[in-house]
């Protein structure tokens, strides 16, 4: 295999691509858009990690349901709170920014896009 990789398929893409930059201190490595200037195909560089973007249809598949989790380790808990910080604006929470069974510090939400989010340090 060469390499494995989180898709999202979200409305706004290009708007989501700039959050998550600002989210995650990502770059953005790959882009090809469409006649209408979304993204058919973007991908960002999340601390070494590739997080691909495509815009999404009007179609959905039921059962589809996923969430990326990232892992920064004890000594990142600064990272966590500064991606939440960002994504936080009209997100869904299911487990407020704290500490839990696994972490001192992790946040369960369903961002702005409805990408589910678990970070946790």
């Known amino acids: 295999m ?3 990789m989180m898709q999202v398929y979200v409305k706004g893409s290009v708007e ?7 989210a995650f201190d990502a ?7 469409n006649d209408e200037g ?7 560089d999340v601390y070494g990690q590739i997080l691909a973007l495509s815009e ?9 349901t996923m969430q ?5 380790g004890e000594d990142n808990k ?8 960002v994504l ?9 920014l704290g500490p839990c069974f696994f972490s001192s510090c992790m946040v369960s939400f369903i961002d702005k896009f409805g990408v589910s989010w678990c970070l946790f340090a």
């Open 2 to 4: 060469l390499r494995s």
């Open 16 to 22: 989501a691509a700039l959050l998550y930059q600002k």
């Open 27 to 33: 770059k953005l490595v790959s882009e090809h858009k």
């Open 38 to 44: 979304s993204y058919i195909h973007a991908e960002l």
């Open 56 to 64: 999404a249809e009007d179609k959905s598949i039921p059962g589809n």
């Open 68 to 72: 990326f989790c990232l892992h920064f």
């Open 78 to 85: 600064e990272l966590v709170e500064k991606a939440f910080r």
């Open 88 to 96: 936080e604006e009209d997100a869904q929470i299911f487990a407020p």
